[in-house]
């Protein structure tokens, strides 16, 4: 069986200081599991609940950090973007490029993201099955690149809530050899925070030994130091301290 792909980092940018932190952390799993791990972290999210809410340092500053960190690390990167103009210079430095899950149906962003030659992750929606995203896979090949990976991370459950249907990864199959599983973003408690996102950490561990019972090829998880006083997404994100724990089973 081939060793799956980890995805971790913390949720945004928030400081040289983090980055390197968790950076240093990746490589050692790095080279004592023997597993690839791919550094996460984004310049901007453009997507929170709240105006006053923190987004990151920004493109051209986010992207000269995550190359900071890729130069000194060898770390492979990825990072979401949120607009058209956003791909080329972020296709300069990072590896994958990842689509958020409510503009994977965005064809610009898509289009866009396929030029850059390199890999596109795109975000199941909340809102989509496992079987449309058919479509957007389609939108990426039929610009030029073949190198296509699907992320399930839950669906619309009511308010505030989200709920996995796990047979998404076997369906997204069909469309793709990489289907990777967001493994804190599926416990988010969208808007349920008072202006902000809430989560329930403690049940990452479960939802990743699921997705593996469904022969998912990966695993996304957002990490960080000390998750109760990150910037953004701490309730859902995973003690660093605690990742090469789940890596372990993981790879049992």
Not at 62 to 88: N, P
Request: proline letters at 5%.
């Amino acid at each position: 069986m081939k060793t799956p792909i980890f995805i971790a980092g913390p949720c945004v940018i928030e400081s040289m200081d983090v980055l390197e932190t968790v950076a240093q952390e990746l490589v050692r799993l790095r080279q004592t599991l023997g597993v690839d791990i791919i550094f996460k972290s984004s310049f901007d999210k453009a997507n929170r609940t709240s105006i006053r809410s923190f987004r990151g340092p920004g493109l051209e500053k986010g992207l000269q950090m995550l190359a900071d960190i890729k130069e000194k690390y060898g770390l492979r990167l990825l990072t979401d973007i949120h607009e058209s103009y956003q791909a080329e210079a972020a296709g300069k430095v990072v590896d994958v490029l990842q689509i958020p899950a409510f503009l994977c149906r965005q064809t610009d962003l898509l289009v866009a993201a396929a030029k850059t030659g390199e890999i596109v992750n795109i975000k199941k929606a909340q809102f989509l099955s496992g079987l449309d995203m058919e479509f957007p896979v389609q939108k990426v090949r039929e610009s030029g690149n073949d190198q296509v990976w699907l992320t399930e991370r839950g669906n619309i459950y009511g308010y505030n809530n989200l709920v996995v249907d796990f047979r998404n990864i076997p369906d997204m199959q069909r469309f793709t050899d990489t289907v990777i599983m967001d493994c804190t973003h599926s416990v988010q408690r969208p808007g349920a925070a008072g202006g902000k996102t809430g989560g329930n950490r403690e049940f990452v561990p479960a939802m990743a030994l699921a997705a593996k019972a469904f022969g998912d090829n990966g695993y996304f998880f957002e990490i960080h130091p000390d998750p109760d006083h990150a910037l953004s997404d701490g309730p859902n994100m995973l003690p660093l301290g605690d990742f090469e724990q789940v890596v372990k089973e993981l790879l049992r």
